[in-house]
Structure formats: structure tokens, C-alpha cells
């Protein structure tokens, strides 16, 4: 909300690519691209029951990605028709954002009811067709999930509100005012704020009390206290399960809970001791009382129990667990995993590494030795970019080099130890487009915040298949507008291009799938007193050691690769992937760079 493996014999010699120019090399000899109808293979991924270690995860936002039948909408079936592309990209697993039947006050995370299809996506018939042609297709198809909040057009919440006795009325967070009285509804019971803006307390005159919304005024909370909610949502989860889905993406999680006495959060300072403001104008609160609270982790063991039931011979593979966990440091990161007796999620979001939001190299640099020696034997899970979030353009670019800093954040992603999840679009570099005049924002979070706060359309606009009038998304009018970049920027002029942002997810893909070190290997960053240039080693037992190195500036740079106590002596490098224009080092200790530039090499 926010703002989230296949089999193969690896042969020392003859499984070692060698990737240059178009980047696709075996052993001295040019090898053909992957053939479409196949896809990567991976060793370490020989058991279903950890196909999730070394996936690659593709967010899908389905308003956004296909509409098959010309309404301007994207929807299911348009996903289904996608797949062979998602396919031959390389991807494990989609997660999809919501596709519940629903208002769309939030776009989808304002669900009114867990167990069906709105039928602007399409019809449970056509979810369990994608299901199973993304099956055929070695790709799992993850569920949002969201427990924080319903809709306040959910059944649930319709009899909650209906009267103070309802039997549904402590499914929500009902409270009376402060100085409430038989005439007067006093104020709201603290100075909780919503994420989107002003208090979270919503007066409800029928039944004369306040209450609580994390989100929306739409979206009411749920009162997690009460034993019946975490039967109810044991029960969707099933319902999904039995569906052959291959796990769930937990929204906003760590909101689940709130402090039961009800005190007020504190308020955040600025150096001169004022409060700081945030984008709606109110008050930045500490958020200590309603966020990442002790109560979430025994809901958590609960689910991952529920989910694990269908680990079994009827339903094989693991079903994965993922969680949006946008948390203060790695020691909160490594609880979301829960102890060994007790698990919780496979894969909470390390929000850390991706979310620095500026090239800082020492930062990043530090976050992903946090998650290579904090999170004891548990898989990160790298992310950068999702639907809650402007565009990696937009956060890391400089409107001079952003292909090549999307390059630099692309190898970070997938050249990195663990799971690697990314957002449509990103693999085209896709950019950032929100809209100019308030008059065309979609998302109510612009409309409440223009003009500081634009809203997210701008991150959520219609993939962009090919320079026709609509980017190949519909055949009707767009839902959001297209972006006029994607007459260059498209899928159908990247597969013609031999440098292009996709030629280079599928080589780094490839890679990640297909060399020892990069599925199974630790990471071990070098030359650590680099400021300007970000390099690590992935290592293996049995296999040869790979390096990589990512200049986060735009000047030219030389690397020494044997500076950092690491043990390297200086080696000749076997190039396995680099920039368009980059150079083959001769030795480890001399490795350079071009602006902005890649270099993946074997140690020879």
C-alpha cells in the first residue's frame, strides 16, 4: 500500500557464460538469445520447496499492465495474454495488487469482499485461467493481501456500523470522543493521524462514536483484537490457497495493531525544537502508538501456519509469504522472519537497501552488509520500487544519465544475494509522468496534497508496449493517460535493441539464474574505502568467485578490486556482463568504468 528457479546441471565449464556487447557469449563463441517458449534454469532451486530463494518477483498493477477488451482498464485475461513475455524475462512469480471486488476509493485496497474478482479485472474464472497458464509456464501467481482495513462497504463493516450491539461491531476500532456527551461528539479520542492526510478518527452519527482509519475515511480498521477476525482471514487465505495461488504479498502489515490505552504519538521536532509538517499540513507524528507493534507477530505465526498447510503432495510447492515492511533498521527487519519454531514471513521487504532514495555508496554499501550478516540464514528479499513510490527515475536519476543509473540499480537488484522483486515498466525505464493540473489527478492522495503532494499516478501509468496511439495497452481510452515518451520507450523497440534497458534485465536475470555464484553465493563487499564506486564479490564453494562493481558517478573511475583485505590477489577477470561501451579489465586490480558504469567478471 505504501507504498513489493528452475533445474539445471550446472558443468564447471561449460555452463560458464560470458556475456559482452549484446552480452550473450559462451566459451569464445556467440550463442543465440534464449529462444522464446524456454527460460532460465536454476540449481539451486531443485526442490519446489524453496523455489522462492533466488526468484525474481514482478509487480504487476493490473489496472495498468493489459486491458483485453477495450474499456481502459487492464485485467486478468490481459495479464494471461502477457505471460509468455513475463516468460522469457525471466520472472518466477507475479504479485498482483489487489483485484478483489471493490469501490476503488484506494484503487483495490479498499476491498468489499475477499473472495471473488471485480469484474472490471474479469471473473474467477478468468483469475483460475491465469493461474494455471502462468503454471504451464513455471510462473506463481501472489495474491495482495490486505488485513489492516476493509472497505466501509464491506458486510462487515455495514453491520458493524449499523448498531453498537451488532455482533460485528468489535470487528472495527469504535471509541467515544473525548468530552463526548448525549448532545455533543466532543473531539476525536487522540491525535492519531491518517497516512493520507488529518486526523484518523471519522465521527459516525447514526451510532454516535469515532472510528479508526489508518488510511481512508473509506478504509476503517479492523480491530485485530478480536479472535473472529483472525478466523475470518484464516479462512480467505485458504480460500486462495485451494486456488493453487503461490502465496501473498501482506499490505501495510506492520499497521495492523494499535497501543489499547489510546495515547497520543508524539510529535517529531525540527532542529529549532518546531513541530515538523508534513504534506497535508499536519503535524509529523512519531508514529509509536499505531506502527510495527509486538501483536503482529503472533497474527503472522498464525498465517504462515495456515499457509503451510499447503505445503503437501495435493498442493505441491512452497507457498511464500511476503510482507510490506518498511521498518528503522535491520534488527526490526530479521524479527519479520520469526524464530525457527515459530516462522512468519519467507520474505519481508528490505525496504533499506532499496529505499535510500540518493547514489550514496557508503549507504548502500552499509544496508547491504546488514542484510548479508544481520539477518542470520534467512533470504533477503531487495526491492526498489512499487506502486506507492515515484519511478526509479524520478529517486535516483539526474535527467542526464538515468538509463545508466537504472542500470547501476538494476545490478544492485539482481547481482545482489537473495530474492529480487521489481515494478512493471522498470525493465523499459519506464518514467515517472504525474499529472500537471490537480483538475487530472486520479489519486486521491493528490487531490488532498496537490500541490506539494501529486498523488501516485504518476508511477501508474499504462505499460507501454509498442509507439502505437495507446502504447499497445487498449484499444479504448486509458484509465491514466500515456505517457508521451513511450513512442521511444516500449517493449517492441527495446527487443530490437541490443543495448536496451531490457536486453539488460534479461542478461542480469540470466545470470542470477545460471552462474553458481550468483545462486548460491554470499556477497562480500570490496574496496571499502571507495566513495565513489560500489563493488562486491559473490562467492560459492566449488565455484569461481565473481565480481561487481557499479560506478555511482559520472565521471570515469578506476578500481582496485585487491585493496580491501578480502584476499584477492591481483587475477585476470573473465568478463561476464558490462555497459554498453565498457572495457575489459585486464587484471583485479585495475577495473575501469565508465560513467555510470557496470562490470561483472569471473576471477580467473
Known amino acids: 500500500m505504501h507504498w513489493t528457479k528452475r533445474i539445471i546441471t550446472t558443468i564447471a565449464s561449460c555452463a560458464l557464460i560470458l556475456f559482452s556487447g549484446p552480452w550473450a557469449q559462451i566459451a569464445g563463441g556467440q550463442t543465440p538469445p534464449v529462444k522464446p517458449g524456454t527460460r532460465p534454469s536454476s540449481s539451486s532451486s531443485a526442490s519446489m520447496q524453496d523455489w522462492w530463494k533466488n526468484a525474481v518477483i514482478y509487480e504487476i498493477y493490473p489496472r495498468s499492465f493489459q486491458d483485453s477488451n477495450g474499456d481502459g482498464i487492464g485485467d486478468l485475461n490481459g495479464i494471461t495474454d502477457r505471460l509468455d513475455y513475463l ?38 474464472a478468468d483469475f483460475d485461467r491465469l493461474v494455471a497458464e502462468a503454471g504451464k509456464r513455471n510462473i506463481r501467481i501472489i495474491m495482495d493481501m490486505v488485513m489492516n482495513h476493509t472497505s466501509d462497504k464491506h458486510e462487515w463493516f455495514i453491520q458493524s456500523q449499523s448498531s ?203 544496508k547491504l552488509i546488514d542484510a548479508e550478516t544481520h539477518l542470520s540464514a534467512n533470504i533477503p528479499l531487495i526491492v526498489f520500487d512499487n506502486h506507492d513510490n515515484p519511478r526509479l527515475d524520478a529517486r535516483y536519476g539526474d535527467g542526464v544519465h538515468d538509463t545508466e543509473i537504472e542500470r547501476v540499480i538494476s545490478t544492485i537488484l539482481f547481482a545482489s544475494r537473495g530474492t529480487s522483486l521489481f515494478y512493471y515498466g522498470d525493465e523499459i525505464g519506464m518514467k515517472t509522468t504525474p499529472p500537471t493540473r490537480k483538475a487530472d489527478v486520479k489519486d486521491p492522495i493528490g487531490v488532498t496534497g496537490w500541490p506539494k503532494e501529486k498523488g501516485r499516478d504518476g508511477e501508474r ?63 562480500l563487499m570490496l574496496d571499502t574505502d571507495n566513495t565513489k564506486v560500489l563493488s562486491w564479490m559473490r562467492q560459492a564453494q566449488g565455484a569461481p568467485q565473481v565480481v561487481v562493481s557499479v560506478n555511482f558517478t559520472a565521471d570515469p573511475q578506476l578500481v582496485n578490486l585487491t585493496a580491501s583485505g578480502a584476499g584477492l590477489e591481483p587475477a585476470h577477470l573473465k568478463t561476464l556482463l558490462k555497459s554498453p561501451g565498457g572495457v575489459d579489465p585486464v587484471s583485479l586490480d585495475r577495473v575501469a568504468l565508465g560513467p555510470f558504469g557496470v562490470y561483472i567478471g569471473e576471477v580467473q
Not at 484464516?234 to 494499535?258: C, H, M, N, P, S
Open 87 to 124: 516468460r522469457d524475462l525471466g520472472v518466477d512469480a507475479i504479485w498482483l495488487t489487489p483485484v478483489y471486488p471493490s469501490p476503488q476509493v484506494d484503487f483495490g485496497y479498499d476491498i468489499s469482499d475477499y473472495k471473488n474478482i471485480d469484474p472490471q479485472y474479469g471473473t474467477l
Open 164 to 366: 453498537r450491539d451488532n455482533p460485528y461491531r468489535d470487528w472495527y476500532m469504535w471509541h467515544d470522543g473525548k468530552g463526548q456527551t448525549a448532545t455533543d461528539k466532543g473531539v476525536p479520542p487522540n491525535n492519531w493521524q491518517s497516512v493520507f492526510g488529518h486526523s484518523a478518527w471519522q465521527w459516525d452519527e447514526k451510532t454516535r462514536q469515532y472510528y479508526y482509519h489508518k488510511f481512508y475515511i473509506q478504509q476503517p480498521d479492523l480491530n485485530w483484537y478480536n479472535p473472529k477476525v483472525h478466523q475470518a482471514f484464516e479462512d480467505i487465505l485458504r480460500f486462495w490457497l485451494k486456488r493453487g495461488v503461490g502465496g501473498f504479498r501482506f499490505d501495510a502489515i506492520t499497521t495492523l495493531y494499535e497501543d489499547p490505552g489510546m495515547a497520543d504519538e508524539g510529535v517529531v521536532m525540527d532542529k529549532d525544537g518546531k513541530p515538523k509538517i508534513n504534506a497535508y499540513g499536519d503535524p509529523q507524528l512519531d508514529g509509536s502508538k499505531t506502527d510495527n507493534l509486538p501483536g503482529l507477530h503472533p497474527v503472522m505465526q498464525e498465517m504462515r501456519a495456515t499457509s503451510d498447510e499447503f505445503n503437501s503432495n495435493k498442493f505441491p510447492g512452497e507457498r511464500v509469504l511476503i510482507g510490506e515492511t518498511y521498518l528503522p533498521n535491520i534488527e526490526e527487519l530479521k524479527k519479520m522472519y520469526g524464530p525457527v519454531d515459530k516462522p512468519e514471513f519467507q520474505l519481508p521487504m528490505d525496504t533499506q537497501v532499496g529505499f535510500i532514495n540518493k547514489l550514496d555508496v557508503t549507504a548502500f554499501r552499509s
Open 461 to 523: 501509468t499504462p505499460m507501454q508496449w509498442n509507439a502505437s496511439k495507446n502504447a499497445g495497452f487498449t484499444t479504448g481510452t486509458p484509465w491514466l493517460p500515456v505517457p508521451p515518451n513511450s513512442a521511444t520507450i516500449n517493449v517492441k523497440a527495446a527487443e530490437a535493441n541490443p543495448d536496451s534497458m531490457l536486453a539488460w534485465y534479461k542478461s542480469l536475470i540470466l545470470l542470477k539464474k545460471t552462474n553458481p555464484a550468483f545462486e548460491q553465493g554470499a556477497n
